[in-house]
């Protein structure tokens, strides 16, 4: 393990994500790779009724090669309200759902960002608040496709990669709504941690 650990920007990322954001000394956020669409970057997974629900921020339409700092935040549809509304069916009955939704219900309100990095590192703050950490990150200055002295998960934190191909993170088991419905599923969005455990969230990171 290096000192150092290479990020993907993400919106409400995985317990995996947060994980390496919590634990490695030092963290660089990627924000002049291209664009990388269906990942993390701009979607999260929570835990439905139905079980596995996808929330993906719908993006202005862009080139191939835009780098993810330039990547712009669409409003042609109200996905805002369409998210908070999952976030209340999903977790309503959850412990913590009512102690939270005042700190996060502004983001998908009243809040417009450009810019999707933008968005991602304001909701990232308020969730680092809420689990009281204050992890050591800087963002990237310019593109790397290798890194000599640092730990890279850009590919590896995504929604096609099992969590079991990293070997540095084991999810641990914690109560959630629908798990008597559907099991517990693991590595969901940091949401799923946080409305379900509170300020025990950051014990299971």
């Known amino acids: 393990m290096n000192q150092t650990a290479i990020l993907p920007t993400a919106y409400l990322g995985p317990i995996q994500y947060y994980q390496k954001l919590l634990t490695y000394p030092a963290?660089?956020?990627?924000?002049?790779?291209?664009?990388?669409k269906q990942t993390f970057r701009s979607r999260c997974e929570i835990y439905s009724p139905n079980g596995v629900l996808t929330l993906s921020i719908p993006l202005e339409k862009r080139n191939k090669r835009q780098a993810v700092k330039d990547a712009r935040i669409s409003y042609e549809y109200n996905w805002q309200t369409l998210?908070?509304?999952?976030?209340?069916?999903?977790y309503r009955r959850?412990?913590?759902f009512e102690y939270y939704e005042d700190d996060l219900f502004p983001f998908f309100e009243a809040k417009k960002f450009d810019f999707l990095v933008d968005f991602n590192e304001a909701i990232q703050q308020e969730i680092l608040g809420l689990l009281k950490a204050k992890p050591n990150y800087?963002?990237?200055?310019?593109?790397k496709s290798t890194y000599d002295?640092?730990?890279?998960?850009r590919q590896l934190i995504s929604p096609k990669e099992s969590p079991?191909?990293?070997?540095?993170?084991?999810?641990?088991?914690?109560?959630q709504v629908f798990e008597p419905r559907h099991g517990f599923l693991p590595n969901l969005s940091i949401a799923d941690l946080l409305f379900n455990q509170g300020s025990r969230a950051a014990d299971h990171i």
């Open 83 to 90: 998210h908070w509304r999952s976030f209340e069916s999903s």
């Open 149 to 153: 002295n640092a730990d890279d998960f």
């Open 27 to 36: 963290c660089i956020i990627e924000h002049h790779e291209h664009f990388i």
């Open 94 to 96: 959850s412990p913590f």
């Open 164 to 175: 079991a191909a990293d070997p540095s993170f084991e999810p641990k088991p914690y109560s």
């Open 138 to 143: 800087t963002f990237s200055t310019e593109y």
